[in-house]
């Protein structure tokens, strides 16, 4: 899941459970996305309906994709009691941006639904910039799309709208190219494409097949050492592997 910024808008409460013995809950949330925390303000009497009105900004590292919001009842003396929570996933948030007010459905500790959160979010993906080094080293077993000989492979490496072209390695099926090439970063890319080629004097050149390498860990560890990646053919079929290190430079 790419890094990002969360916005969290706890709009309000709808026939939520009132836990309060005498008069009215007094409902808090507490709204979390994997280790990261924060905590609504209470509204005192609030009852079954409260009005938060509240947004919250969460910065989120690449993984957590799960948003939890738990509600208590803030008491004067003891332990607050949970009036239920709601668990939204965020894969959609994360394709589409942006989740109108919508209703969720609360579900109390013992597994029943009770009242609903009206809950609006965004997502804000993070912008890299910096400078991206792809270094291609070899092809591992990539189809032979030669009828004399074996074929002659190339890559094209494409980041965003930029494409750059690696050197042709004549008659093999493992070439080794050790070749790097830089790109400019300055958007929320979250990876890489690479398709691959046979070289041919006559005609077309013949696909060998591509790969996505994700990008996600070059961002954060500035880094990733030298890995294979499973090339693909047209119908998904695997067509060898290709061995390529990253480096991220962001700037400053
Ligand atoms: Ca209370
Ligand atoms: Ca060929
Ligand atoms: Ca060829």
Redo the contacts with the bound molecule.
Sequence with gaps: MPEGTVEVELIRGHGLKDVETFGRSDPYAIICIGSEKHTSRIIHDGGKNPIWNQSFLIDIPDGPQELDIEIFDQERHGVDEKMGSVSINLSELFLLKKSPACKYEVQLPNGNHHGELEIALKFFPKVHNGSLEVHLMEGHGLMD???FGK??PYAIIYCQKESQKSKVIDGTTHPLWNQSFTFNVDSEITDIFVKLF???DL?A??PLGSFVVPLNKVFTEGHVPPTRYKVTGPLGQPQGEVSLALKFTPWC
């Design positions: 799309a030669d009828i074929s002659d046979d070289k041919d005609g050149d013949d």
